[in-house]
């Protein structure tokens, strides 16, 4: 039981260039999620999806994309990486249980550069 | 926002002191959760209290939340150097699918 998996753990792009950021759980949770953390500070969401087959929007959306690929996967895609794009990014799931809220799990981040 | 606004950003004490922290949000909640990280790491669950919860507990973490005030405390007991990390509260706002993430308290615990 892996938990919540991520790859790359690092990568360096160059302005422009693209890149996807895999996530996958084992957990058969319903609802995954991308955050992005920057130095001193706390996260913020990106994208979620709640279920299979649903995304949206978190708070800072803007130059990414994603895809829920099937109930374990969710994959985030910058397509014309910029410097401000530099971060740590965690990807989560949690069970999101009827009338509440479960825990969330995260992965071991990727530490992205983008010169 | 209804983000969890965390007190203070950092704290420095000698090992077995105890260690309080805190966070107020601004929206009814229907939980809030505490997590830990350690440096370099991914986020690790402590603790979730439920709006109806008044406190909860685990090992030497307690929890305790004043929805009439918006805020919550986590205290750790007997602190250790392994205490050591960055601790988040997250609010799990009513009708929200999503958690909002405070910025988070530096706990540093000196031998």
């Known amino acids: 039981n892996a938990g919540v998996t991520q790859t790359p753990k690092f990568q360096v792009l160059k302005t422009g260039q693209s890149m996807t950021l895999q996530c996958a759980q084992d957990m058969n949770h319903n609802s995954m999620y991308w955050y992005r953390q920057d130095p001193g500070m706390g996260l913020r969401l990106i994208y979620y999806?709640?279920?299979?087959?649903?995304?949206d929007k978190g708070e800072v959306p803007n130059g990414y994309n994603v895809s829920r690929l099937n109930k374990r996967e969710f994959s985030l895609r910058l397509e014309s990486a910029a410097p401000s794009q530099t971060s740590v990014y965690f990807c989560a799931s949690s069970a999101l249980l009827a009338g509440g809220w479960d825990t969330q799990y995260f992965g071991p981040g990727t530490r992205l550069t983008v010169l | 926002s209804q983000q969890g606004e965390e007190d203070p950003q950092a704290l420095s004490i000698q090992e077995g002191e105890n260690a309080t922290m805190n966070c107020s949000y601004k929206t009814s909640i229907n939980n809030l959760q505490w997590y830990r990280q350690n440096s370099g790491r991914g986020l690790v669950h402590l603790i979730l209290?439920?709006?109806?919860?008044r406190e909860k507990h685990s090992g030497r973490l307690r929890v305790t939340l004043d929805t009439s005030k918006k805020s919550s405390s986590l205290l750790i007991t007997a602190s250790r150097a392994a205490d050591t990390a960055s601790y988040f509260c997250a609010v799990g706002s009513r009708g929200a699918q999503k958690l909002v993430f405070g910025q988070g308290t530096r706990l540093t615990i000196n031998p």
């Open positions: 209290i439920r709006s109806n919860e």
């Open positions: 999806s709640a279920s299979e087959g649903t995304t």
